[in-house]
């Protein structure tokens, strides 16, 4: 720093940028200074100096690139929210099939396009890590002829976390059995219509594809009424009606809890 003492009038010469700095009154307290330098050569107080990012407006952007930049936003949100309306759609009809873990899924990669949405309205387009994968939840095999019990405890145990399909009767049991893949529980009632629950039980037990199946007698009748065994070559666990929902969740999860255990 340059500490220079000037008379009234005298002047300092910057010749650099052909500007020149003059004394023109002094006064208890305060100097006043007259500056000259050309147009192009920007003159500020110090304290004006420091706010200036505060007031100074950026340059306006061509209008002809302000208007590409907004077509492409407008089709990037169009794009986005067609995505978003069909992803809604499939979620529902997941939601009314109880398919629970592909709900699941479909709500993940809904969230993953409103993630990259806002990115790229942030400018920001760098990918995203990969999710984990999602633990699949337990299936259970729900067999009940009458309709309201059916599809309140689905709606309950759905409500736990259990994917969960539905049967009316023994022979549409053994049908889901055969075409929809082996679930981890079966929940049966005992007294069905074309195919009890006792026949549905044999069968199972007599085909090695379903060896060490879960089967659970959600029923009104008693054991003794039944010529069943009880455990894996039979009904693993007797539930009698009217049944508490969240003792049924336990009873299931205690049970493939202790087949984890053994792996």
Request: aromatic fraction near 2%; charge should be neutral; proline fraction near 7%.
């Amino acid at each position: 720093m340059l500490v220079l003492t000037r008379r009234l009038h005298e002047k300092v010469v910057l010749p650099t940028v052909n500007a020149t700095i003059e004394v023109v009154a002094v006064k208890p307290g305060v100097v006043r200074l007259g500056i000259q330098a050309p147009p192009d050569v920007p003159i500020l107080r110090a304290e004006v100096h420091e706010r200036r990012a505060q007031w100074q407006a950026d340059p306006a952007p061509d209008q002809a690139t302000a208007e590409a930049r907004l077509r492409q936003l407008r089709h990037l949100v169009r794009n986005r929210l067609d995505i978003a309306r069909k992803g809604l759609a499939v979620l529902k009809g997941q939601l009314a099939a109880g398919q629970l873990a592909d709900l699941g899924i479909t709500a993940d990669n809904l969230d993953e396009d409103i993630e990259l949405l806002q990115r790229r309205l942030n400018g920001d387009q760098k990918p995203r890590p990969p999710k984990e994968a999602r633990p699949q939840p337990p299936r259970a095999l729900l067999v009940e002829d009458n309709a309201n019990e059916r599809q309140l405890l689905a709606t309950f145990l759905r409500g736990a976390g259990l994917e969960v399909t539905t049967a009316g009767d023994g022979s549409d049991a053994l049908e889901s059995l055969r075409n929809r893949g082996r679930p981890d529980v079966v929940l049966l009632d005992m007294g069905l219509p074309r195919c009890d629950g006792a026949e549905v039980v044999r069968a199972v037990r007599q085909d090695p594809t379903y060896a060490g199946l879960k089967i659970f007698a959600v029923t009104g009748h008693r054991q003794e009424d039944f010529d069943l065994d009880s455990g894996p070559g039979g009904v693993n666990r007797w539930f009698r009606k009217p049944i508490d929902p969240q003792d049924l969740v336990l009873g299931v999860e205690e049970e493939l809890s202790r087949d984890l255990c053994r792996l």
